[in-house]
Structure formats: C-alpha cells, structure tokens
C-alpha cells in the first residue's frame, strides 16, 4: 500500500542511499581519528627508496615500469610520483595522507562489493567498518611503502564490482572496467597471477556451466602466463623468501584463529595448534553451509579468505599486511553466513541479527584499540628514523659532488628490534637493514630524502669493487649518536675493503643529476 508508485510515501533518498552515505561518512571519520595522527610521523624502512624510486620515475618516464629491487610493482610507483606532483617530493605528510585515502577507498569499495554479492546494507556497512579499523589491515595505512596491497585488493574489487550479476549480460563498459582492473591488479603485486581463480569464482556465482566458466578463466589465465614469462627473463634475482617447512602447513589455520580471536597473530614462528585447528574446522564448516544454502558471494569470499594466501605458503613469516585480503574475504563469508542462518530460522531472526551487529560493534571496539596501540609502536619506529635524520642532516653536503662516498656503519644498535621486542599492539616483524646506518634506511635513499634535491638522486653503487677500483671519493662513517666525516680522500674501494675486513657493513652512494 506504502509505495512510492502511488504516491504515499514522498520522492526523495532511498533507505539503501542514506545508510551507505552514513558509513561513508563513518569510514572517513573512522581513518581520520584513528589512523589521522600518523601523518605527523616520519617515514619508515622501504618508504625512503620508494619515494626515491618515484623520485627518479618523476624525471626519467621509462622507470615508470621498472622494478625496484625485482619488486614489480609499477602502480606502487605512480601513486608516489603522483604524491610528488601533489604533495612536494620530501614531505611526508602528503605520502602518508594518500596512504590513509587509500585505506578509506578500499574500504568503500568493499561496501560496494558486499552489496554486490548479495549482503544487505546494514551487513555490508558492518563489514566495511570492521575491516577498515581492524589490526589485521592498519600495517599497509601507517607503512606508505605497502601500498600495492591494497592496491592489489582494490583492483580486485573493481573487478567483483564490474562482474555483471547473473541476470545480467556483459556490455563494453563492463568489459573496459574488467580489463582494466585486470591490468591494475597485475602492476600492483606480483600475487595478482592467481586472478584466474577470482574470474572462476566469479562465474560460478553466476551459476555458469564449467564450459561458460572456462573461456574467461582461459583468457586471464594466458595473460598470467605471459606475465610470468616476462618477468622470469626480465627480472632474474637469486632473492628467495620461500623455505619449506612445517610453516606452510599452519600459515592458513594460523591467521583463520587470529580472525576469530582464538589465538594471537604472530609474524614468526608459524606453527599448527589446536586453536589453529579448530579455527579451520570452524571456518570449513561457516564455508560448507554457505556453499549448500548456495549464498550469492559465497565464493568470491573464498577467493579473498585462502587463495592469496596461497602464493606465500611456503614464506617463513607472516606479517600483518598479508592479512589485509584474507580478512576482507573472512568478514565477507561470515556476513554472508549470518544473513543465510538469519533466513533459515525466520523466528530467530531479530535475535540472530542483533547478536551479530553486537559482536560486530565488539570486535569493532576490540580493533580500534589495537590499531591505536600499533600507533603507537609506529611513532616509536618513526621516532627513531627522525634521529636518523637529524644525524644525516649534519654530513649531508659530504655526499654531493659527483664523486663516489663510501658510507661505513660503524655501530650494532637495532633500534626496531628494541621497540618490537615487547610491542604495545599487535606483534611486528622488524627487517633489519643490515649494511645500513642502525639497520634502518638504506645509505641512498637516506641522503637523497635529507639532501631533498629535486635536481639531483642519490644512486647506490652495488658492484663498487669493480667500479670504483681507482676512483678516489670520501668516506663517513655512522656511529652510535650521528655520522663523522673522516675529511680524507681515499681510493674508494680500496677503503672499502679495508672496512670489510674490520668486519664493518657499508654502503658506496653518488650523486647524480636527474634531467
């Protein structure tokens, strides 16, 4: 009778409209207040050669595709040239500012695909917040050099997004958006090759036939193919990060037992457990039913929760940015399992729901103090790489001239393996630099950042023993409380070697102009 067909209930926002703009709202609200404070911190570890790695792409168009250190990941790369151009090349604040924007979109994104694979508003809404103030993704938003994660999961959800429903039928929109979503996932990391098995998932949303599934899964399939083969030749590195072990068997029940706050997300030391064991029982089951009681979304929600998991089961560690995906997944396939039961026992269904908005809000609240508490061991880490800073600060018109500077670290203090040991929010995985100054930045990176030179990069020199035979240049040297200048001019690799001897890490950097 109340319809807006005859006119008894006035024109004006849909229900559906109002609700998503309020959880957009809320998402903003959300990474402004809770992760906002991080923009007044320094950068961390890989953020300094990133920048300079977008830094020398910004004046040099080819590097645009190039990789960094065997890492391709070219839209990890635009997004800091576009910081440049936006922000200022050496301010912090504006590469951490679209690092926050980024987690906000994501999380928009995946209250659009939430409704797209059948949640109603109120449970995409839930989803949304839940993941965009949890401490299983807060490690991609304070660290900027971990973009490319949520790049990767925002590609994939344009695609999800773009994926006509089964009514539906493909148009040349739908078939641009796809395609370009496909490329944006592939420049984003290198785990996009297990896109295939999205499309598959995809499809049999759709209730395809395997012999509709096939074609596209084909065709994306060919063009991981083609990717694989192009980066084997052009990108040779004897880096390895897998090791097999008794790790792999546990990564997955691992991190399923820490979604259900059963056991604790630890980086290191993967191990199975009952908790492990029982987390996946529990999460099998969740699947089973979905799967019978044929849940629209179901297997994309799969995709999300296990397969990018996948190309990193044989990776000794786990830290908190590989769980930025498979949480999504994980809040998805519980939704969906939820509104299923919800409709199942329609007498329980105001008790079903409620119960789960309020566990919702808990985990919400849970997570809010979490990511606040990794804040703060985020301010430590930056707060020692600010002292790094200030120290290079005091050498930095050493390095410029053109010449050769053998950069020698004479100190064994580990500032992050200091702050981590006994961390205030979830546990860390600190990477220690090990040739570079308190393990920190690398040698390079560090000087370009304080020299902040649009005109001039600051270039590693990897294979200085052959380079550099001859080649007389300066040496400074890093030392627990700041760097010395030794104010000599020496064969630079010759005093290279002589501090190899002495059992010394070091770093040769130079100065060139960019054009």
């Not at 083969?229 to 691992?254: C, D, L, M, N």
């Not at 570079?436 to 000087?447: I, N, R, S, T």
Request: aromatic share 10%.
């Amino acid at each position: 009778m109340f319809n807006r067909e005859n006119g008894l209930i006035p024109a004006g926002p849909r229900p559906n409209l109002i609700l998503s703009l309020v959880t957009a709202a809320l998402i903003t609200a959300a990474v402004s207040l809770i992760h906002g404070p991080a923009v007044a911190l320094a950068l961390t570890g890989d953020s300094y050669q990133w920048v300079q790695h977008g830094h020398a792409a910004a004046h040099r168009p080819a590097l645009l595709f190039a990789d960094l250190d065997t890492f391709f990941r070219p839209s990890n790369t635009w997004t800091f040239v576009i910081d440049r151009f936006v922000w200022g090349g050496f301010d912090a604040r504006g590469y951490r500012v679209t690092s926050l924007m980024l987690h906000g979109l994501v999380a928009l994104l995946l209250l659009a695909a939430g409704r797209r694979l059948g949640l109603g508003p109120i449970a995409a809404a839930v989803v949304a917040l839940v993941w965009v103030t949890s401490p299983f993704t807060d490690e991609s938003a304070f660290v900027v050099a971990y973009r490319f994660q949520p790049l990767l999961l925002l590609a994939w959800l344009v695609l999800i997004l773009a994926w006509p429903r089964a009514e539906r039928s493909w148009s040349m929109a739908r078939i641009g958006v796809a395609i370009a979503a496909i490329l944006a996932a592939a420049a984003s990391k290198e785990t996009w090759v297990v896109t295939p098995a999205l499309v598959a998932d995809l499809e049999l949303d759709r209730r395809r036939s395997l012999r509709e599934i096939a074609q596209p899964v084909a065709l994306v399939a060919l063009a991981v193919a083609l990717y694989v083969t192009i980066y084997v030749f052009a990108f040779p590195t004897t880096k390895s990060y897998y090791e097999f072990g008794f790790h792999a068997v546990a990564r997955i029940p691992q991190q399923l037992a820490a979604f259900l706050y059963l056991g604790e997300s630890r980086p290191y030391g993967l191990a199975l457990s009952w908790d492990g064991l029982f987390a996946l029982g529990v999460v099998v089951l969740i699947a089973v039913a979905c799967v019978r009681w044929r849940a629209r979304g179901t297997w994309v929600a799969l995709f999300l929760l296990v397969v990018p998991t996948m190309p990193t089961l044989l990776v000794s560690y786990m830290p908190q940015r590989y769980l930025t995906i498979p949480y999504a997944g994980f809040l998805l396939l519980v939704a969906l399992w939820v509104g299923g039961l919800a409709d199942r026992i329609p007498r329980w269904r105001p008790a079903i729901r409620s119960f789960s908005v309020l566990v919702a809000m808990l985990v919400l609240v849970s997570g809010v103090a979490t990511v606040r508490a990794d804040l703060e061991d985020y301010r430590a880490m930056a707060a020692a790489h600010a002292e790094l800073l200030d120290e290079a600060e005091e050498v930095k018109d050493v390095v410029i001239g053109g010449r050769p500077s053998l950069v020698v670290r004479d100190e064994r203090v580990q500032p992050l393996v200091e702050i981590l040991r006994e961390p205030r929010g979830m546990p860390k995985l600190p990477y220690t630099r090990h040739e570079d100054p308190y393990g920190l930045v690398d040698a390079a990176a560090l000087f370009e950042w304080v020299l902040a030179d649009e005109a001039i990069r600051v270039e590693r020199i990897d294979d200085w023993d052959s380079v550099c035979v001859g080649t007389e240049g300066s040496v400074v040297v890093h030392r627990q409380g700041g760097f010395e200048d030794l104010g000599v001019v020496v064969d630079v690799a010759a005093e290279a070697v002589r501090w190899e001897e002495k059992q010394r890490h070091l770093r040769v950097v130079r100065t060139v102009r960019l054009e």
